[in-house]
């Protein structure tokens, strides 16, 4: 009898070609599973499923944890305004671990001996599926046939084709990675340092003209409502905010950062709901937090965006970063408004019962009600004693 492999499948060219590689040339039982993070509309996963069968599968299984990447990832990625370089709300590499976890606990679950995935060996998700598999399963061999043979593209087309596999595999001339917080956009123009991907490589198109207003609203740091409409779950909302800021063309650009394996890499995306929700989230914070919950904020948001990405996302500090994270989020409830333009946006301004400036204590640049100027005098002298130290001892 031959023993149980769960093969991570997509439907795509490498893991078409691992499903007939484990069986043909690895005599195994080859289970495939897919770990939908929200990416995959109901047809989509329809197709999917008709395609594993379609290459001889024993079984197919449509893993759903859309609820748990948001509870446990996107959440976390809103609370700490998460942008790697500054840019990039890693969209498809944060869906990575949540994917990897559902398909090991699959595996364990139909008495899998074998896990397998096609990540190639000059990318990110080799080491994310890897890392996820050996401390969760150790018990559970991994078999990675596209790295570990170093395929290339043209190789699996053909012994598709051998295997009597009927599919169009023709190189896309660009490779799209939809998922719940984003989509990624790889091409030609990529590979390059100097060259943006072209209008028609987005998969969402301008469909507005003029402007936009957009209302946000927020309870404790967690998008509640849409416009007003605040009847939804915060996935439906972060849905919606989708559907409205990409008729606009907004979250685009290109994300340039360093790999877990130490390379360069480079890649398009388009994420207009993260790119909204960010940074009205962001302005929110700026009116509702004191200057050091917001600098602290920004440094363990960093670390904490740093660690998803690069696979660290199970080293347990990353548990204390949420408490942390988490905790800053009482007073972050209000309603951020945003202007859309085609290919952008503005923020407009909030409103929130724990407005910061709504204080009686004075209003920048105009009035103070709660000092007097000779307070004011008496702090500035005080304030610079320590200069004034440094600079008389060492004559500057």
């Not at 018990?139 to 087309?157: A, G, H, K, N, V």
Request: aromatic share 10%; proline share 2%; net charge negative.
């Amino acid at each position: 009898m031959s023993e149980k492999v769960v093969l991570a499948f997509s439907g795509g060219l490498d893991t078409s070609y691992c499903a007939i590689y484990l069986s043909k040339e690895k005599d195994l039982e080859v289970h495939t599973a897919i770990a939908n993070t929200g990416g995959f509309s109901p047809e989509e996963l329809t197709d999917i499923e008709k395609r594993a069968y379609a290459l001889g599968v024993k079984s197919h299984k449509a893993l759903d944890v859309t609820e748990e990447y948001y509870q446990k990832g996107i959440k976390y990625m809103v609370y700490g305004n998460v942008l790697r370089n500054n840019t990039y709300p890693i969209s498809v590499s944060s869906e990575r671990i949540f994917q990897a976890i559902a398909i090991i606990e699959y595996a364990k679950k139909i008495g899998a001996k074998y896990v397998a995935h096609g990540s190639t060996g000059a990318g990110n998700d080799q080491i994310r599926f890897d890392l996820a598999f050996q401390v969760l399963a150790p018990e559970i061999e991994i078999i990675t046939p596209t790295r570990d043979m170093e395929l290339t593209r043209e190789f699996e087309i053909n012994y598709l084709k051998d295997h009597g596999v009927k599919a169009d595999y023709n190189k896309m001339t660009y490779s799209i990675n939809a998922g719940l917080w984003g989509t990624s956009i790889g091409g030609k123009e990529t590979l390059t340092s100097n060259q943006t991907l072209p209008e028609e490589a987005y998969p969402s198109q301008l469909k507005k003209e003029g402007e936009e207003t957009l209302t946000l609203d927020f309870v404790k740091g967690q998008l509640k409502g849409v416009n007003g409409n605040k009847h939804f779950s915060t996935i439906d909302a972060i849905r919606e905010v989708e559907e409205i800021g990409s008729a606009w063309a907004v979250g685009r650009d290109m994300h340039i950062g360093d790999t877990i394996i130490g390379i360069k890499g480079r890649v398009g995306f388009e994420a207009a709901a993260p790119m909204l929700i960010i940074k009205a989230h962001q302005m929110l914070e700026k009116h509702t937090l004191t200057k050091w919950q917001q600098y602290w904020k920004d440094q363990l948001g960093n670390w904490y965006g740093m660690f998803l990405h690069e696979a660290m996302y199970l080293e347990p500090v990353m548990r204390d970063i949420e408490k942390f994270l988490e905790s800053t989020q009482e007073n972050v409830t209000g309603k951020v408004i945003i202007k859309l333009r085609p290919y952008t946006f503005q923020l407009v301004g909030i409103e929130s019962e724990h407005d910061l400036m709504k204080s009686e204590f004075g209003e920048y640049g105009e009035m103070n009600k709660g000092w007097t100027a000779d307070d004011a005098k008496g702090f500035t002298k005080i304030l610079g004693n320590q200069l004034k130290i440094f600079y008389s001892v060492n004559k500057k």
